[in-house]
């Protein structure tokens, strides 16, 4: 167990883009999410949860495969994407860091997607322990640890107050940790101690939070049961039928791939898709899923049926920005309960 | 700007030759463009024009898409207002395009980009002059990519 | 309870019951403080869990739209606001007024749990109780109370229509604003940076766009079918995180609710990232507003919108010749 001065913390992020693209909490026009880092930026590590999720660090929104052109009458290909620089993530919370490793399950399956596993692997997460959860978070519904950050983790951190604790989780974790061995000092029973209390009191807030024990089993044993239930209609009357709770999810992660022709040259790309959108999966036929309580269906069913019974995991983490930005104020929380029997 | 800087920037305007999308309604810009050519008067190869049946089907959207794939300037050029073909379409495309006009120079792009002219059938000369001044105010403002998509390319 | 839910569930009991309406489009409420929701019921049972309070932001009367295709008749509570869309919503032929009983709400302002939040004062939050500028805190502890309209959406704080412009019933009395109309300063400062300033600003501004068209789908006047963005056939790169692609779908967006726009503020207000796309739309109703006659979307319904008309003397920026330019 390591430990950083928060006096220091500056001089750490100056060492660590040095060797790293680092990404940080940033703040800008009130919004903070995790951005490249350069001197002079307005960190914010204090903000419970970026407004964004980041999931966009390892699967961008849009991402191009190929370039295309023709030259002279011959058609000339270029393969791009990926990402070869290694960078460092400081300042994610477990259930973004967990959510990491619930992509993984996706995307390093195979066919592993090369360009996914490309940033995965150069990059470094740092973890940051929640010393206030809020209201909205039902991480522990989902069996995810506030207090100790292991998922998807390479660096558990936890901010007790004077300093910042630093514990290596991973291969990766302990290089960083050894580049950093000037800024990062030993740790003494004391710190010990706080970290500790720390720990304890955010169990104690956790237990005070309202959502900490969704009942999901009933909803993830009874698939067909669900699949037919009459909640779906009503539940999902208010859904306008915007992108904004599968764009600000962590794990949210169907993409489309399309292509931009010019005259003569021409990208293939993928991008983010939305479950929510009339045009997703789109055929020849249409969209199988006509109506927008089918489409509401599918976003829930997947996320607390299909996935689990597909990779052992439910697709949620409980961070809770679909409840804060949903613009109807429905949610998954909402619809765990209803389906619950609530 | 240092003797460096305008010789490149000289240079570049050189290189510089722009496209202008033009927007001609089918009874009246349209006939006067054909004038401006049986009359052997001169205008720009840059211009590109693209007939419509009313200067009132345009809509922003071909405006923007214009910008984006490649152009450097787009023009709605449509009869004077009170001469419509359809009567009142042209009343339409002032309320429309002065709005959009507004709201394009909002968004920081210049008003001399974008441009609406009232070119009847018989100003085959006013047509001529339209787009060479045209032509003229964007060799001007020199190039730019405001609102062109990255990923476009100019074919040679 | 607060006086005008009581009303409001007296009223709908009343209406469903004698048949005036077959359903009602209200809120509920959520677990959380911050939770009121719209909801459509039919059930007489449903009307005592109806709820008016201070985070009942969401304008019901775009839901009219597809509710009115399956009901022939229905009841739906609105704000001031909420009744300008209405009202321009009947303008655009897309809801058969005649069929629509609205219960008129008096609004004070809704609140913002963002800056509820900020403000640190979420922590053990029960509930939120508003009349008219106190607003009363109440928590696991205690009772806070605040004076004032700091918590309130930035929307409402420039409110110029608190009180309905329509309503078969009127809830609640008239609420009495005294807000200095400030209605377009923030236009003015935007129209005031130089040019290449305003092209860096608002590219910045729409970058930060995730395409989430949440902004596109709460407007109760985006009301299209089949929106352009959702064509395929349009060749619209509309999920392409590419900036023209985003100055795009903005300029358009704004620009295709010019004149029906009612300058509710709903598009700023769900932008999960922040752009100041009430801007945008100001900045056309200024226009109009200079150059057309004052144009209040809507609270007349006799009256064309400003696109759908026009006047041969219109002010005409393009004609050379009143311009000194060259013939």
Redesign the interface.
Known sequence: MKQVYKRDLERLWQTISEHFELYLPLEQDGKVNFMPWKQGENVNIDRLKTDLSPKNIIFPPTETYLKFRTVNKRLCFESVGGKNDKYVVFGMRPCDAASYSILDKVFLQEPIDRFYEERRTNGIIISLACSEPEETCFCSSFGIAADNPVLGTDIAAWDIGESILWQPKSEKGKKLTGILDNILQDTSEHEIIALERLQQSIREKLAQLPWVDLDLEIISNNMKEMFESKVWEELSKSCLGCGVCTFVCPTCHCFDIQDFGAERNGERFRCWDSCMYSDFTRMAHGNPRKTQTERFRQRFMHKLVYFLNNNGVYACVGCGRCVEKCPVNMNIVKVIKKLGGD | MSLKLEEKAISSKQQFEPLIVAFCCNWCSYAGADLAGTSRLNYPANIKIIKVPCSCRVSPNFVLRAFQRGADGVIIAGCHPGDCHYSTGNYFTRRRFTLFANLLEYVGIEREKFKIEWISAAEGNKFATVMNEMLDSINKLGPSRKLRDGRWIRQQ | MDKTTVRMQQIALQTLANGEVDVILGWKK???W???????INDINETAELIWDAFCV?NLSK?LITELKKNLRIGVFLKGCDSLAFNQLVIDNRIDSERVVIFGLPCPGMID??KV?HAGL????LKVERTGDKIVFITKEGVKEYIGRSFDYDKCLNCRCPNPVVSKYMLSDAVTRTDEEQYFPDVTE??KMP?????????KQFSKC?????C???CPLCSCE?C?F?N?AAGV?S???????Q??FH??R??HV?GRCVDCG?CS??C???IPLEK?NR??IK??NQ??GDYTADTDIAKSP??GT???D???????SKQGG??
Do not use: H, M
């Open positions: 959520g677990d959380e911050y939770d009121s929701y719209p909801v459509v969401n839901y749990p963002q939040k979420n922590k053990g939050l935007i129209e040019l290449e300033a305003r092209y860096d600003y608002w590219t995730i395409k989430c068209y949440a596109r789908n709460i089949t352009v959702d395929i790169s999920k392409a995180d590419a900036d023209c692609e100055q795009f300029i358009i704004a620009y010019a709903e207000r769900v999960p990232v922040g945008l900045k056309i226009d109009i150059l057309y400003p696109l026009y006047k041969v219109d002010f005409d920026p393009f004609d050379g060259k013939k």
